[in-house]
């Protein structure tokens, strides 16, 4: 069907709707999800089911935290300010045909859900607008929201299967957690299908896991892999002295932190990342006063970079300021809930 009359008025009522995301070089596309009348009776019916999948989807890749290609993952039509108006206007289709046809959609899902006995069966199908393979996968259980999820999970695996190991690995942190079997089985998994010119992104997530793990030397083997693919990386920099703070070796730590901040000239990538790390360094050597300044610097940068407040209020408990040290646990606490190592301080704090 040609759309090309149809294109221009379609795009300008989505320009005047401001719904911009569906025209993002990287939006998925979700469609109605089929369930059945069983389900459908206690509110799941099929937009309900694609804007869910869709939502466990955005949550994955929020929670992944990468700066890797963050992609928008856009809800179904009829959740959407365009629809509202482009349905009154009969104009729904039309916009979707031409989103598709433009090559604004990046990659496109439906599917449907069945009872099979006690158990529900859901299968997607997608694929992918840039030679991707076509995306089939099923999942049984009796639990919708759990089947939700690990569909989610299939989902983005497909799009970007870097973004399951970083949601792995950063779920599995923000539990305080040491068990990165999970990660570490993604990062496997990008080692083998992540295109060559995206390798570099996977050996420095495994310095992560590594470092996590009290294995420093391995870990900076694995940033330094890293960084051959990617001379230009930032990120194994900033790592490998996070890796040496934990090695005692903080003079070279903080040599790396310079590294980062005399290379991050925008502060876009880790310019707060450094400072709180070059203070926490300064912390360790007993310098609380140079510490104090680094990590003030980190926190007039991004006012919202939790580890920063943190690593300050531990700093201030250290000079003996309870109370403010406290203050500045909670601002971090508020910042990234998820933490629990902020939370497990501040309980500490409060019992100490």
Partial sequence: MDFGLLSLPVLALSALLGYAVVFDTSTVMFHDIGVPNSIESQGYTPKVMAARLANEVRSIDQKARTVKD????????????????????????????????????????????????????????????????????????????????EMAIDIVRFIDPYVVASYMYETTHDANSKDFASAIREVRYCMVHLPKGDLHWAYNLHGLILTQQGKQQQAIERFNEALKLKPDFLLPVYNT?????????????????????????????????????????????????????????????????????????QLLRQQGKTEEGREMIQRAIDRAPQRTLYSAELTQALTN
């Fill in 70 to 149: 963050i992609r928008d993952f856009s809800l179904p039509d009829d959740d959407s300010a365009v629809n509202a108006l482009s349905d009154y206007f009969k104009f729904a289709e039309p916009i979707r045909a031409t989103q598709e046809m433009l090559g604004l959609v990046r990659f496109t899902f439906n599917g449907d859900m069945v009872a099979r006995g006690d158990d529900l069966h859901l299968s997607v199908r997608g694929y992918g607008y840039n030679g991707h393979k076509p995306f089939n996968q099923s999942i049984s259980g009796k639990d919708p929201n759990q089947i939700l999820h």
């Fill in 241 to 313: 002295g996070n890796a040496l703070l934990e090695m005692k070796q903080y003079d070279q730590a903080i040599a790396k932190f310079k590294e980062v901040l005399n290379r991050d000239a925008k502060g876009n990538t880790r310019m707060p990342h450094a400072y709180t790390q070059w203070g926490v360094a300064l912390m360790r050597q007993g310098r609380l006063d140079e510490a104090a300044q680094m990590m003030q610097k980190a926190m007039a940068i991004d006012p919202m970079y939790a580890d920063a407040y943190y690593q300050f209020g």
